[in-house]
């Protein structure tokens, strides 16, 4: 493959990345131009960043559920799963508790705002999942497979650094 790709392909992704990052700077800026006039007056439900919004979401599909869980499915640390859902628990979003049969362990499940916010991110998952997937079929099952090599061998090396 010619220099000349390879720096294009650089370029490319390197613009990725910095259009990801602005748009990801406010969830509700994220999600702003997914919504209907209804949903656009719940954005102030939303919590002010992704990954509290992805621990919702966790929660919100696998409830009841405990620190050492919600990490494990996200790939989080534990201290960053504990910083996040205490303040989640302040902003009443979820509810702390413990099981009868078990008085160690601390789980989660959403409060009924937090449900909101769950049926909420669910929705405009969705319709950015179905923009996704309509990108990608204008691709040939070929050229697919080639973009997932190339994501993953991208994962795995982003994991490495």
Do not use: W
């Not at 909420?120 to 697919?144: A, P, V, W």
């Amino acid at each position: 493959m010619p220099q000349l790709t390879k720096q294009m392909i650089y370029e490319s992704y390197l613009q990725l990345i910095h259009l990801n990052e602005q748009k990801a700077d406010s969830v509700s800026q994220t999600f702003l131009h997914y919504l209907d006039e209804q949903e656009r007056n719940q954005l102030e439900l939303l919590p002010s960043n992704m990954s509290s919004l992805h621990v919702i979401e966790c929660i919100g599909h696998n409830e009841p559920i405990n620190n050492i869980g919600i990490a494990s499915k996200m790939n989080l640390s534990k201290a960053n799963i504990t910083k996040i859902t205490r303040k989640l628990t302040k902003d009443e979003l979820i509810n702390r508790f413990q099981l009868a049969d078990n008085k160690k362990e601390i789980y989660f499940k959403l409060t009924a705002k937090g449900k909101r916010v769950f049926a909420l991110h669910e929705k405009i998952h969705n319709k950015k999942k179905e923009q996704f997937y309509d990108l990608i079929g204008t691709f040939s099952d070929d050229k697919q497979i080639i973009i997932l090599e190339f994501l993953e061998k991208m994962i795995n090396q982003l994991i490495k650094e």
